[in-house]
Each structure stands twice: as structure tokens, then as C-alpha cells.
């Protein structure tokens, strides 16, 4: 170490003015004339061979007189064998050390390490502090697998700086569209392999893959399909013929996604265009509010038709109801008149009289019966037949209970005298009789 230290240090004031261990007995040499000035260079190289001589184990020799003789004592004795070959054996094992140290090398998070031995793929190291066999048996490339990649296609930078030839396709309807997209990718990591040897240029593939999808797709769609509503269908068909084409390649890349970016036409044609879209959304309001319309009258239609038919459903069953109650009524009736045929003509005689009777404002007195002095109460007499008329048709409602006699009607009828008078009912009854009698 002290011969190192000796050797490489630059405060030694006898650096190239010979022996630096008799420095500090003898003076630094001078130059002719006795004139300092910096050291010969000739000098200065043999002074440095000297001392790397006896770091490997030469003897240094004497110290050459300054300005040399030329007459003078000639070089330094060599190193003994042994010592040479310790001096190499150091060397070689320094050397040796140091090479294996060059293959040390360290792998960034979110990056991998591809080796290859003789130029072949050998290994992938993870992330970390890795070792390989130094070079030349062993290389390694380091490749960045986290780092999302971005391709525009159709512009670059912002929508105005346009790409005619990459925006402009051809759709199915022979249409032209300005499409202008953005593809991000990235390398899969266990696609490092693929991405440095299975493809010269593998960006340069993606950017061509992705314009030959794109135009895939646009070629088989209608513009309109492309314009409005298909934006985002159209954008997962390219993704998805994109990842296939790329595997079929061995890229080794994955397409994270397609973002459309702005689809229009031509601008050569564009004021045409909106004024076609104009037309087409007029006639879409029209139709919405067509359909509006109809919305709104079909169903009050059908409600109108289904309340008539219920209401028919209604008539119909009120009829058929009062039908078959008439003809209820009427077999009970006819029952009743075979079981007494007399006895029912004349309540159904006393029934008819009553009803038309209750509806005329006459009266009828007998006049052999009666006095000459007569009350008539019309008002009451009428609200009592009234009541007597509504308990008769409740009563003929239920035949069920034999023979039916009209409930006798009271009297209103009354003198001063307080001799009962006959029952007004007797009295129609008994007219009644005379007048069949006399017929």
C-alpha cells in the first residue's frame, strides 16, 4: 500500500527527479545552470516504470545522476521468477474479480431484465439487484413494461394539426369520414422476449396495425352508424382485431385501449353535411311528435271503447235481468191464478182499477150510502192512496204467500154525525159489480 500510495502521489516533490525514498537525503535535482523548472518528461516516464517495476517486485536501482551521464552506470537488475509470478497472480486475480463484478446490474421497479448468452435469449430477471455471467458470454437489455405507450392516428398533438392521410376511410355506404383515434399500449411482461427479438420495429407494427383495424371496421359500417352511435362499438372491434393481429405477430404487446377522438366529415363538405343533419333532425321531431300524438289519442280511444262496452255489458244485463224477473213474476202469477182462477182475476181486476185510479184525480161515492153533507179531504185522500198503491206493489213483489188480498184502505171520509161510513174500497167495489151486472 505504501508503494501505491507512493506511486500515485502527486505531492511527492521528487516525482520524476528520481528515487523518491532518498528524497529526503538528497536535494531535488536542478536543471543546468542551476535553473529550477519542472521535471524532463523522459524522466518523469522512467521514474514512473521504476516504481511500477518494484510493485510487482523489481528492485529499483540506483538513482540516475540529473542531467544522466553518458557515461554512466547503466539500469536496474530484473525481478527473480518467484516474484514474477506472484506479480502476475495478483494482477490475474484482480482482473478476474473485476470481470466478474461487471456482470452485476440492477432491474428498476416496473421494468424487467432480458438476458441473452452468445446473443440468444437465456432468462428474464425480475426487479431487484441481479447478476448474469459477465460479458462476453452474458448480456442484458433493460425494458420498461409499465410505461403506457400513446399512438395518435389521424392527427398529432391537438385536433387541428390533421393527418389527411391517416383520418380519411372509406365506409360501406361510399362514404368518406375524417376518424381520428388514439391507441394506448404497452409491453406485457412476460412479452419482453417477444418485443426485442420476434419483431424488428414492434411500434412501428402497432402503428400500422392500428390504421389497418381502423379502416376494417370503418370499411364495413354506414357513416351514420360511425358518426353517432356506434362510437364506442367501433372502438372495441379495433381494440379486439388489434390484440389478435399483434399476437399473431409475437409483438408481445397489449393493447390497453382505443379512444375515438373525433369523427366528421370532409371539410370540404361539411356545410352540406350539417345541413343534411338538420333535415334528418327535423324529421325526427316530426316523427317523435307524431308519436306523441298518437300516444295520446290511441290510448283515450281505447278507453272511450272500452267504457261503451262496458256500458252495453251493463245494459244488457239490466235487460236480461228484468226479463227473466218479469218472467218470474209471471209464473208465480200464473201458479197462483190455476190454483184460483177467480179469486186472482179479481185482485188482478182490483189491481189495475187501483193503479189507474191512483194516478186520476176522481172520486168516486156511492150515493145511495152517503149523506147529503160531504167532507172531502182531496189532499190527504190522494197522499193516502199514494201509500196504499206503493204497499200493494211491494206486496204482489212476493207471491209466495197464497192469496193476496189488497189491504183495506181507511175511510177519510166522514160526517158530522158519528155513524160510520162504508169502506171507500167496498163502496168502488160494490159500484164496480152493479156496473158488470148491468152489462
Not at 56 to 64: D, I, N, S, V
Amino acid at each position: 500500500m505504501r508503494r501505491m500510495t507512493k506511486l500515485f502521489n502527486l505531492n511527492d516533490p521528487g516525482w520524476g527527479r528520481g528515487n523518491s525514498d532518498d528524497q529526503s537525503r538528497q536535494e531535488p535535482p536542478r536543471r543546468p545552470n542551476n535553473q529550477d523548472g519542472p521535471p524532463d518528461l523522459d524522466q518523469v516516464w522512467r521514474d514512473f516504470n521504476r516504481k511500477l517495476g518494484g510493485l510487482f517486485g523489481k528492485r529499483g536501482g540506483p538513482r540516475r545522476p540529473w542531467p544522466p551521464e553518458p557515461n554512466g552506470p547503466s539500469g536496474p537488475s530484473g525481478p527473480t521468477p518467484r516474484q514474477t509470478r506472484v506479480g502476475l497472480a495478483v494482477a490475474g486475480g484482480v482482473a478476474v474479480l473485476l470481470w466478474l463484478a461487471s456482470g452485476f446490474f440492477i432491474v428498476q421497479e416496473g421494468q424487467v431484465g432480458v438476458i441473452t448468452q452468445f446473443g440468444a435469449y437465456k432468462a428474464t430477471a425480475a426487479p431487484g439487484f441481479q447478476w448474469r455471467i459477465p460479458y462476453p458470454i452474458q448480456q442484458h437489455q433493460i425494458v420498461d413494461v409499465s410505461q403506457l405507450r400513446t399512438y395518435e392516428v389521424g392527427f398529432r398533438g391537438s385536433a387541428r394539426n390533421k393527418v389527411p392521410t391517416e383520418a380519411l376511410m372509406l365506409t360501406s355506404d361510399e362514404n368518406i369520414v375524417d376518424v381520428q383515434f388514439v391507441v394506448q399500449y404497452r409491453v406485457q411482461p412476460d412479452g419482453a422476449p417477444d418485443y426485442l427479438f420476434k419483431t424488428r420495429d414492434p411500434d412501428e407494427s402497432v402503428h400500422q396495425v392500428a390504421q389497418s383495424s381502423m379502416r376494417e371496421v370503418v370499411g364495413r359500417s354506414l357513416m351514420d352508424f360511425v358518426l353517432y352511435e356506434g362510437r364506442t362499438q367501433v372502438a372495441a372491434e379495433v381494440q379486439q382485431i388489434m390484440q389478435e393481429v399483434l399476437d399473431v405477430y409475437q409483438t408481445g404487446i397489449l393493447v390497453s385501449a382505443v379512444a375515438i377522438q373525433n369523427v366528421q366529415p370532409p371539410e370540404q363538405v361539411q356545410a352540406a353535411f350539417d345541413d343534411a343533419v338538420k333535415a334528418g333532425q327535423d324529421r325526427e321531431r316530426e316523427i317523435n311528435e307524431g308519436e306523441a300524438y298518437r300516444n295520446q289519442v290511441v290510448p283515450r280511444s281505447r278507453g272511450e271503447a272500452s267504457r261503451m262496452l262496458e256500458q252495453a255489458e251493463g245494459y244488457r244485463a239490466r235487460v236480461i235481468g228484468d226479463a227473466q224477473g218479469d218472467t218470474a213474476r209471471f209464473l208465480s202469477i200464473l201458479a197462483q191464478y190455476q190454483r184460483a182462477p177467480g179469486v186472482q182475476r179479481e185482485r188482478m181486476y182490483l189491481s189495475t182499477m187501483q193503479e189507474m185510479f191512483a194516478n186520476s184525480s176522481k172520486v168516486f161515492i156511492d150515493a145511495d150510502a152517503s149523506n147529503s153533507l160531504l167532507y172531502l179531504p182531496l189532499d190527504r185522500l190522494m197522499q193516502q192512496t199514494a201509500r196504499d198503491t206503493s204497499n200493494t206493489t211491494r206486496n204482489m213483489g212476493n207471491p209466495v204467500s197464497g192469496g193476496v188480498s189488497a189491504p183495506p184502505v181507511p175511510n177519510p171520509l166522514s160526517t158530522g154525525n158519528s155513524t160510520p161510513r162504508p169502506n171507500l174500497r167496498e163502496n168502488v167495489s160494490s159500484t164496480i159489480s152493479r156496473d158488470r151486472n148491468a152489462r
